[in-house]
């Protein structure tokens, strides 16, 4: 076969430092733009992205290429860099890890929408909350003490 067709869609969770929430409203756009560039200079395609103070979510077209853990190091490392230099968030850090979902191309309206609402989703529901319902769903496996 001379040619490689895809079409993987993940979900990709993850949280600043000791989820504090330093993605200030102010900032949170340019960071989701910033964030943007780096996926697509990282040959993937972000199809929606959002969160709160203390976490991101984004759906994201990966390409098969490389690893994702690749992909969320780029994320990581330019995103910070950026909030430290443009935004003067000195103390701007991510979480070591995130939480990676697939996504079927059946369900990405749904997951795109859930992205944009976070603001009302977190009115009821805790990002502790919100990420065990998660793991719950995809039955990941999890250590209690890795949650906090």
Known sequence: ????WSQV????LCSTKSRTPSIETDVADDLYGFIGGIVRDEDDMLLAIGGMPDHVHMLVRWGTDKAISE??????????RWMHKSRGVSAFAWQVGY???SVSQ???EG?????RSQPEHHAKRSFREELVALLKAHEVEYDEKYLD
Request: aromatic share 6%; no cysteine; glycine share 4%.
């Open 1 to 4: 076969m001379p040619s490689t």
């Open 9 to 12: 869609l993940l979900h990709i």
């Open 71 to 80: 992909l969320m190091r780029h994320v990581k490392t330019r995103s910070s």
């Open 99 to 101: 939480g990676v979902f």
């Open 106 to 108: 059946s369900q990405a």
């Open 111 to 115: 997951v795109k929408a859930y992205i």
